[in-house]
């Protein structure tokens, strides 16, 4: 009859879309989960969770961080994505997609201004990284995202092997008593094919052998092909194909 509300006894959405979003949303609800959960556990390893304050301590970024916002936002989605289907909850279906939409936004806000600001945020990243580069042995967390990048990217240091000169144990002054003075660590090194063990100590006193060869191919009339070709492959090579006293 006109002016009576009607009434619907079926489901609102068919039931292969609703139990596949239900499905897919514990995926990333579990994996949320199990991100929060590794994240707890570093920071339980670490002592942080015993001592709050010792958060704000760390000089460099600590990597534990992505895995807790990260899981976070994960979590928070799956969970709403996931009761959401399974209820039939237009409420936390409106919020599951509301929030997907503002994290699109925000990426897509984020790439344009990177795009615009280009120069100030290649200044931001140099000093962000020199930054982890002063902290590199404060924390093995930040040590290990550190090598990580310098291996996967065949990099040393945000512009070079010199930048390490910022971190205390790799510095080049005469008061550094550590064995690794002037050198760098050792994912900065090419890793040579026929070794088994990884040297962790290729890396020592690198920058110095550094200098010499260039003070001895300035005076030399001619310089080896391998020199040069190594020296402008980069400093990642040097502690490979080091043949000896070549300054000399």
Same mark, same amino acid.
């Given at each position: 009859?006109?002016?009576?509300?009607?009434?619907?006894?079926?489901?609102?959405?068919?039931?292969?879309?609703?139990?596949?979003?239900?499905?897919?949303?514990?995926?990333?609800?579990?994996?949320?989960?199990?991100?929060?959960?590794?994240?707890?556990?570093?920071?339980?390893?670490? +002592?942080?969770?015993?001592? !709050?304050?010792?958060? #704000?301590? *760390?000089?460099? /970024?600590?990597? =534990?961080? &992505?895995? $807790?916002?990260?899981?976070?936002?994960?979590?928070?989605?799956?969970?709403? +994505?996931?009761?959401?289907? !399974?209820?039939?909850? #237009?409420? *936390?279906?409106? /919020?599951?997609? =509301?929030? &997907?939409? $503002?994290?699109?936004?925000?990426?897509?806000?984020?790439?344009?201004?990177?795009?615009?600001?280009?120069?100030?945020?290649?200044?931001?990243?140099?000093?962000?990284?020199?930054?982890?580069?002063?902290?590199?042995?404060?924390?093995?967390?930040?040590?290990?995202?550190?090598?990580?990048?310098?291996?996967?990217?065949?990099?040393?240091?945000?512009?070079?092997?010199?930048?390490?000169?910022?971190?205390?144990?790799?510095?080049?002054?005469?008061?550094?008593?550590?064995?690794?003075?002037?050198?760098?660590?050792?994912?900065?090194?090419?890793?040579?094919?026929?070794?088994?063990?990884?040297?962790?100590?290729?890396?020592?006193?690198?920058?110095?052998?550094?200098?010499?060869?260039?003070?001895?191919?300035?005076?030399?009339?001619?310089?080896?092909?391998?020199?040069?070709?190594?020296?402008?492959?980069?400093?990642?090579?040097?502690?490979?194909?080091?043949?000896?006293?070549?300054?000399?």
């Amino acid at each position: 009859m006109p002016g009576k509300a009607q009434h619907f006894q079926g489901p609102q959405v068919s039931c292969c879309s609703k139990y596949l979003l239900f499905a897919s949303n514990v995926l990333f609800w579990l994996l949320g989960a199990a991100f929060l959960a590794i994240g707890l556990w570093a920071w339980a390893e670490k +002592g942080v969770l015993s001592n !709050l304050s010792s958060i #704000t301590d *760390l000089g460099g /970024f600590d990597p =534990v961080w &992505l895995f $807790l916002v990260v899981g976070v936002v994960m979590f928070v989605l799956g969970f709403a +994505g996931c009761i959401g289907a !399974l209820r039939e909850n #237009t409420f *936390l279906l409106k /919020f599951f997609s =509301v929030f &997907l939409g $503002l994290i699109f936004f925000l990426e897509l806000t984020a790439g344009i201004l990177a795009f615009i600001f280009k120069d100030w945020i290649k200044d931001q990243l140099n000093f962000f990284i020199n930054n982890n580069v002063k902290a590199y042995r404060d924390d093995i967390d930040l040590q290990n995202l550190i090598d990580f990048a310098q291996e996967y990217w065949s990099c040393c240091g945000a512009h070079g092997p010199n930048d390490w000169n910022l971190n205390i144990y790799f510095n080049c002054t005469d008061s550094n008593p550590s064995r690794e003075r002037c050198g760098v660590p050792f994912s900065c090194c090419v890793k040579d094919p026929a070794e088994d063990v990884l040297n962790t100590q290729c890396g020592y006193d690198v920058r110095l052998k550094l200098v010499r060869v260039r003070s001895w191919s300035s005076r030399a009339s001619s310089t080896p092909k391998d020199v040069l070709a190594n020296l402008r492959n980069g400093f990642r090579t040097i502690s490979l194909w080091w043949p000896g006293p070549l300054w000399v």
